[in-house]
């Protein structure tokens, strides 16, 4: 019979980050559990990102803004670095508008109450001389692990709106490791003990949750599957095994008319 875990220890756990161990599992089973866990955390959280920048005056990423110390890659490097929380599945326009000399940062965005800006702290420009003004437009949209700016160039993008590499995920990190324990007379039973870290918009353990239910509905689906096939087959089998029932009572009621 195959071991199934009795146990969950949460061995550390915050906003951003949580440690677990899963014991005890089936000879193989951690490497198996903890390898579907990863990649599904990695690769299947949605999340929000910043996914076009236009900056005002500003054609192509290749600019310099007088004024600003930052040229403008450095600045959607910054703005990519923007952690958000968002509560529609629309796409949201963000804004910037700052003027005198000072430095930006995600606190001075300006965003509707359906989006939270998460890092607050996180660097954009810097303005130097008093007398420019910086305005800027963010695109944010929700998604799903990573998408490249190649991908949004098929997309209708207005002149002086620069596509942005957006990284959906809030995952940041996962780690699992597999350690042998003893269960009754064998000691090659595993415990599974991952680490995940997010970015803070989503709690670890929600993103676990996720993830876990993720993989239930895929096991789910090709589960019924099989099972409805079964099940027709079976109703098949009756509905066979009846006509041949009544095949072989009609030549008995046939030979007793021949009489």
């Known amino acids: 019979m195959i071991q199934l875990p009795e146990e969950v220890k949460i061995i550390s756990e915050n906003d951003h980050q949580l440690n677990f161990a899963l014991t005890p599992l089936h000879p193989g089973y951690g490497v198996t559990i903890g390898n579907a866990l990863r990649r599904v955390l990695l690769s ?10 236009k900056i005002k ?6 600019s310099v803004i007088p004024g600003v110390l930052e040229d403008v890659i450095q600045i959607i490097l910054n703005v990519k670095r923007l952690r958000l ?6 796409p949201v326009i963000l804004t910037i508008n700052a003027s005198g000399a000072k430095t930006i940062t995600g606190k001075d965005i300006k965003a509707p109450s359906n989006i939270e800006i998460i890092s607050k702290d996180q660097h954009i420009a810097t303005i130097t001389d008093k007398k420019t003004t910086l305005e800027i437009e963010l695109t944010a949209e929700r ?79 090709l589960s019924d599957a099989f099972v409805g096939e079964k099940t027709d087959e079976s109703i098949d089998e009756e509905e066979s095994e009846l006509v041949d029932e009544n095949n072989e009572a009609k030549p008995k009621l046939k030979a007793k008319k021949k009489k």
């Open 57 to 62: 005056d500003v054609s192509h990423e290749f």
């Open 85 to 90: 929380k968002m509560f529609t599945d629309d």
């Open 143 to 221: 998604g799903i692990g990573y998408m490249p700016v190649e991908q949004r160039q098929k997309e209708k993008i207005s002149v002086g709106t620069i596509a942005v590499d957006a990284i959906f995920s809030p995952i940041t990190n996962v780690n699992f490791a597999v350690e042998n324990i003893r269960v009754g007379q064998r000691t090659d039973y595993n415990k599974l003990v991952m680490d995940i870290s997010t970015d803070g918009t989503i709690a670890p353990r929600e993103a676990l949750l996720k993830a876990v239910e993720l993989l239930n509905d895929n096991f789910r689906v």
């Open 44 to 53: 299947s959280i949605g999340g929000a990102a910043i996914t076009t920048v």
